[in-house]
């Protein structure tokens, strides 16, 4: 059984011992219930005649109240002329002990407290505890019975009025036991609703088993002439458990013979229930010492073991109590002197308490015990018995022990010693505390774990066990897939964290242990171990290894090392404690290296400090100085820090005072203030621009100590920056020139345009001649060229005011299938006229989007122009379709294709694949950015998909919009995306 299932069993064990306890609680205070609500007196008395308990029962029955009654003689109970009797008859029982009246019950008188006579039925019984005597009386009063019963001797007429006011049972049977007459307290307690039923019937069916022999005898008795007494079990007739005390007179005629009989029965059901409730107590505490958890035993001074529980066996080693009584306990002590110890103070004292000492196991291993033991003497002082149990105290001194080692390697780890001496320290409080053989400590140096301190390894062994990176022929550093380099061997498993819990030599918290290599490598795969081990453990010899992580929280820093050539040296039990030690080494360690961080990390800061170009400085609200480094002192023109710090408020003198105070409601709001530009004064006036970043730092309650900042000279960079503003200024205007020069020259060209156009349609149709086609040739070159010339008008204002952020752009909620088809139809003619045909694909149902007719118009018309301009042949495809919440519309042609260096300068202004004079398509390279432009305006997308000498995909995303909300205007009231 290992450690676990011991303490399993041994939890096992102490709840039901505290199950047990409670049980006998509970029937204690059962039996006190009883003791106190049954009618019938309990008393109970000592040897010497005193009355030590007295119940509710007997204050009614005597007039004596518990105060009144406790610690007096029972012969106040007794009448006068009895009482000399009763004291020889216990004179007699303590000196022979050979009881009289004892165990049986009789009627005897009482006194009560005001001095009348009362006739009692009366059960005596007694019991040994603690070598005293104790006597316990059942008491029940039947004066008013012996009166009935009196009352039936003079006559044969009795008053049936008494009998019927009766709280017991009364019934009068005929001689052969059938009931003639049956009184109302009969009906009450047996719940019988009709006594019709039951009349006429026999009295001996109600008890069964022995109580109808006892019923049958009394019967017998009382028929005789005598009086029939016997306690029975009879339930009611709705089934409820009754004990009954019976009592069978005869009712004889006035010649003395025997007539009729008559049955009192007295409900004593509480009484048993105290009776049982002691006897279940008594074999509760049986079973307590047979299942207890405690080691119980009883034994002779020579060691003869009497009696002991399995408990005892199980802390000995053995598997039963009959294996351990063959034994001898002398055997169990390591040695003799100390049986002989153990017994001379027991003797002496007569008992021990909380009695420390190691006893051997069967299996030879020693324990450390508890022992509490009474010794039992003769009249003579010998001893002649021993009674006890014992309790494994083995898991308390190893805690103890614990404790100790845990407490000196923490003193070690808050010494303030160099890292190798505080190991080295610990290692030997680990190696005294355990005895193993050999210990070691590895800690991360560089990507390696190297050992830092071992003790007891021989040399050969720490230098071919050093380090852990596996390397490759070139000796560099092997690495996993995430760039970690591959720790080998065990040890690498551990700090890895590749531990697999499922095996029986791993642990949950990441440690590996074996009380026997040999055995375990022979019995494992490479897959079981989680990696190839180099076995160099086990091939030194050393059988039993333990490999512990040293935890920082989560992190893995190290690893704490157990060997030994001897097997079973470790227990489950001692590897935790071992976790828990390495993780207090880990974060100590941790500590002690982040403290080393600090103080390199402050002497960088020093010399950050002193060599900084930036200014570096910490003031206190109020504006008095208390750091300011070398640079800062410079900037501001001063010698010296001195210099500096006896002058007024350098560092607060701003020549804006509400940058001053600006900078300070920042900085107090926010706790922190970020490139703040400000103009300071240096000492010789000179006027500096500076950019100033800050934290305020804060006590625990909240309140401003003083503000920790850089300073930066940014006068220079204030100096081109004011240039750039001032450039980017007259550019913007320019821009404003730009686009205002390119409106009224948009004006004036399209004002002649239009002119022209309209005059070139009138002489058109006067002067059209079919028989002249040179003519039709001529207006419509005049037509397609003004044409052309105002539409690139339009598109380089379209692109100006967009670049201008004038353009006018209205989103409202338009059908798409209606803008597509219209197009559409325009398009198809030019299309048809280069003998290119036009395939339009539109959903069934109508689409609507959150867009701008005239940017749609132009994007579809832009497309479209570029699709069959750069076609000779082919179809063109128009698709609509709709996907996560946008239309999609899809056009592709097969035409001559776009390759792929120019593709990154499609939506460039004026940017053309081919340029100059003789470039075989017409264009201003204006239609794609437009047509970019226009999209990103109304939140679209656009995609270009393009193979040289195959043709062209362009798709365009427009974000949809249900119809809910249009006005009669078509405007939009409210748009759902």
């Known amino acids: 059984m290992d450690i676990k299932e011991k303490t399993d069993s041994l939890i096992s064990e102490i709840a039901e011992r505290e199950k047990a306890e409670e049980d006998i609680k509970q029937s204690e205070l059962k039996f006190r219930s009883v003791f106190e609500s049954t009618n019938d007196a309990v008393i109970i008395g000592d040897s010497e005649g005193k009355i030590i308990m007295w119940n509710k029962g007997a204050q009614d029955i005597f007039g004596y109240s518990s105060e009144e009654i406790l610690n007096q003689s029972i012969t106040l109970l007794i009448p006068e002329d009895y009482r000399e009797k009763h004291t020889q008859g216990m004179e007699r029982f303590i000196k022979t002990q050979k009881p009289s009246m004892l165990g049986s019950t009789a009627e005897l008188e009482g006194l009560r407290k005001d001095g009348s006579i009362v006739t009692l039925l009366i059960s005596l019984s007694y019991w040994e505890a603690d070598s005293s005597i104790y006597f316990s009386a059942i008491i029940k009063d039947i004066t008013s019975r012996k009166k009935a019963?009196?009352?039936?001797?003079?006559?044969?007429?009795?008053?049936?009025?008494?009998?019927?006011?009766?709280?017991?049972?009364?019934?009068?049977?005929?001689l052969e036991g059938r009931l003639l007459f049956m009184n109302k307290g009969s009906q009450k307690l047996l719940e019988i609703e009709d006594v019709t039923t039951v009349l006429n019937e026999s009295w001996l069916d109600y008890w069964e088993g022995i109580d109808n022999q006892s019923a049958?005898?009394?019967?017998?008795?009382?028929?005789?002439?005598?009086?029939?007494?016997?306690?029975?079990y009879c339930p009611t007739m709705k089934g409820i458990p009754k004990w009954w005390d019976v009592s069978i007179v005869p009712i004889t005629s006035s010649s003395g013979n025997v007539e009729q009989l008559l049955a009192t029965s007295r409900d004593i059901t509480e009484s048993k229930n105290a009776e049982e409730a002691l006897k279940i107590s008594e074999v509760r505490f049986c079973k307590l010492f047979e299942e207890g958890l405690t080691g119980n035993y009883i034994s002779t001074p020579d060691g003869k073991i009497i009696s002991c529980n399995p408990a005892f066996a199980t802390i000995l080693g053995f598997n039963s109590p009959e294996e351990v009584i063959k034994q001898n306990a002398a055997e169990f002590y390591t040695g003799k002197e100390k049986r002989e110890v153990f017994l001379?103070?027991?003797?002496?004292?007569?008992?021990?308490?909380?009695?420390?000492?190691?006893?051997?196991?069967?299996?030879?291993?020693?324990?450390?015990?508890?022992?509490?033991?009474?010794?039992?003497?003769?009249?003579?002082?010998?001893?002649?018995?021993?009674?006890?149990?014992?309790?494994?105290?083995?898991?308390r001194k190893e805690a103890e022990q614990r404790q100790i080692v845990t407490n000196k390697i923490l003193s070690i780890l808050s010494r303030s010693n160099e890292l190798q001496q505080l190991v080295k320290d610990i290692l030997n409080e680990i190696k005294i505390f355990?005895?193993?053989?050999?210990?070691?400590?590895?800690?991360?140096?560089?990507?390696?774990?190297?050992?830092?301190?071992?003790?007891?390894?021989?040399?050969?062994?720490?230098?071919?066990?050093?380090?852990?990176?596996?390397?490759?022929?070139?000796?560099?550093?092997?690495?996993?897939?995430?760039?970690?380099?591959?720790?080998?061997?065990?040890?690498?498993?551990?700090?890895?964290?590749?531990?697999?819990?499922?095996?029986?030599f791993f642990t949950k918290g990441g440690s590996f242990w074996s009380n026997n290599t040999t055995q375990l490598l022979a019995t494992t795969s490479e897959k079981d171990n989680q990696a190839y081990t180099l076995n160099g453990c086990s091939g030194e010899g050393y059988e039993s290894v333990a490999l512990i992580p040293l935890y920082s929280t989560d992190e893995i820093i190290g690893s704490l090392q157990f060997n030994d050539k001897r097997t079973d040296r470790f227990n489950l039990d001692m590897i935790l404690f071992f976790e828990e030690i390495g993780s207090t080494i880990g974060i100590a360690f941790k500590r002690m290296q982040a403290e080393k961080k600090i103080i390199r990390s402050e002497e960088q800061f020093r010399s950050l400090y002193e060599n900084a170009t930036l200014g570096i400085y910490r003031i206190t609200p109020d504006g008095k100085i208390l750091l300011a480094n070398p640079a800062l002192v410079e900037m501001l023109g001063y010698l010296s820090f001195e210099e500096l710090t006896t002058g007024d408020d350098v560092l607060t003198g701003y020549v804006d005072s509400q940058s001053r105070k600006k900078f300070k409601e920042i900085i107090e709001k926010e706790g922190i203030v970020y490139g703040f530009e400000s103009e300071w004064k240096k000492i010789d006036g000179e006027i500096i621009w500076i950019r100033e970043s800050a934290k305020a730092i804060k006590d625990e309650n909240g309140k401003t100590l003083y503000y920790e900042g850089t300073v930066e000279d940014i006068s220079e960079i204030k100096k081109v920056e004011l240039a750039l503003i001032s450039a980017k200024e007259k550019a913007e205007e320019a821009n404003r020139l730009k686009t205002g020069f390119i409106s009224a020259m948009s004006h004036e060209i399209r004002t002649p345009l239009n002119i022209i156009l309209g005059y070139n349609g009138v002489l058109k149709d006067l002067f059209d001649d079919p028989s002249n086609p040179e003519l039709s040739r001529y207006f419509t070159a005049i037509e397609n060229g003004s044409l052309r010339l105002l539409n690139t008008v339009t598109q380089i204002l379209d692109i100006s005011k967009i670049e201008a952020n004038e353009f006018d752009l209205r989103i409202t909620l338009l059908?798409?299938?209606?803008?597509?088809?219209?197009?559409?139809?325009?398009?198809?003619?030019?299309?048809?006229?280069?003998?290119?045909?036009?395939?339009?694909?539109?959903?069934?149902?109508?689409?609507?989007?959150?867009?701008?007719?005239?940017?749609?118009?132009?994007?579809?018309?832009?497309?479209?122009?570029?699709?069959?301009?750069?076609?000779?042949?082919?179809?063109?495809?128009?698709?609509?379709?709709?996907?996560?919440?946008?239309?999609?519309?899809?056009?592709?042609?097969?035409?001559?294709?776009?390759?792929?260096?120019?593709q990154k300068h499609l939506f460039e202004t004026f940017s053309q694949e081919r340029v100059g004079y003789n470039r075989p398509y017409e264009g201003t390279g204006l239609g794609l950015a437009l047509t970019k432009r226009y999209i990103d305006l109304m939140n679209g997308k656009i995609k270009i998909e393009s193979k040289k000498g195959v043709g062209t995909n362009v798709s365009f995303s427009l974000p949809l919009a249900s119809r809910r909300g249009r006005d009669e205007n078509n405007n939009v009231r409210q748009l759902t995306p």
């Open 149 to 174: 019963e009196e009352v039936l001797r003079e006559s044969e007429e009795f008053n049936r009025r008494i009998i019927e006011c009766s709280n017991d049972c009364i019934n009068i049977m005929d």
């Open 216 to 232: 049958i005898a009394a019967l017998t008795k009382a028929r005789n002439g005598g009086i029939g007494n016997f306690q029975g």
């Open 344 to 395: 001379n103070v027991l003797k002496q004292n007569k008992k021990l308490e909380f009695f420390e000492e190691q006893l051997v196991r069967k299996d030879g291993k020693l324990i450390d015990v508890v022992e509490n033991v009474i010794g039992k003497f003769d009249e003579n002082g010998n001893l002649v018995e021993i009674k006890g149990y014992i309790i494994d105290n083995t898991k």
């Open 434 to 504: 355990t005895g193993f053989e050999a210990i070691g400590i590895r800690l991360m140096e560089g990507e390696d774990y190297p050992y830092i301190e071992t003790n007891g390894f021989p040399a050969h062994f720490v230098e071919m066990e050093r380090f852990l990176c596996s390397k490759d022929l070139s000796g560099e550093i092997i690495r996993d897939s995430d760039g970690k380099p591959c720790l080998k061997c065990m040890c690498g498993n551990v700090i890895s964290g590749r531990t697999d819990p499922s095996h029986s």
């Open 815 to 902: 059908p798409i299938n209606s803008i597509i088809e219209s197009v559409y139809y325009q398009m198809k003619i030019i299309a048809n006229e280069k003998k290119l045909d036009i395939d339009l694909k539109l959903p069934q149902t109508s689409v609507y989007v959150l867009a701008d007719n005239y940017c749609v118009n132009g994007v579809l018309i832009n497309i479209l122009n570029n699709a069959i301009k750069y076609s000779k042949k082919g179809t063109i495809t128009i698709e609509l379709n709709t996907k996560n919440n946008h239309a999609i519309c899809s056009i592709t042609d097969e035409g001559i294709g776009i390759s792929d260096e120019y």
